[in-house]
């Protein structure tokens, strides 16, 4: 069985009193609350911050984002060596807002996705359509296009030692969210299409969920055979909330 995976995706948020106000909360409440595996993304500035206040729990650091590149002359970026070296198990990759706002592409992302895991981190690989791809009925062609530069770059043995996360673009920060049916049946096209390529890889990898995942959505949503957690933006900023999350995800 797939242990679910909540992780928090902080985005730009946060003060040095206030991120410490929230991982005090989260470790309060964490236990006995959920067999779920707990993440939090903060902003690169508050890792080794986090890293210190999460030493000796069961919580895992990530981060939201990481440069293609090794090291040198790249001013403003962070290498995935420098993830590691600070504590970091995770890094997202190819967030909608990352790919939207700042135009990178699918190739962009797949060379993240490699140079993250030749590091030793798991990629948080992000995928999902915008509302005017789900309006024309082409999420699918969209979604697979995504993994498909993933999967030509690393192949789809690469995806075992990592995690899928479906966000439907109109889904974040609007206050919407995809219904359980809807985010399962893209969950479900994601592993059926990577089980074409390799069964083993498919049931191994765990999808999660990331559009307005909340409290109060949160079991419906990871009561679904292919949702294996969520990728918590907003939420994830109230400990209670957070906490919330992850005892729906107990299984």
Known sequence: MRQPLIAGNWKMNGSLDSVTALVEGIKAGLAPVTTAEMAVCPPFVYLPAVATLIGGTSISLGAQDVS?????????????GMLTD???RYVIVGHSERRSL????DVFTASKFAAARKAGLIPILCVGELLEEREQGITEQVVSRQLDAVIE??????????VIAYEPVWAIGTGKTASPDQAQD???????KLAVLDADVAAKVRILYGGSMNA???AEL???????GGLIGGASLKPADFLAIGTAANR
């Open 68 to 80: 293609d590149q090794e090291g040198g002359a790249y001013t403003g970026e962070v290498a995935p």
């Open 86 to 88: 600070v504590g970091c």
């Open 102 to 105: 700042y135009g990178e592409s």
């Open 153 to 162: 770059l690393e192949g789809v043995s690469a995806l075992a030692d990592a």
């Open 186 to 192: 893209v969950h479900a096209f994601i592993r059926g």
């Open 216 to 218: 109060g959505n949160a």
């Open 222 to 228: 990871l009561a679904m055979a292919d949702i294996d």
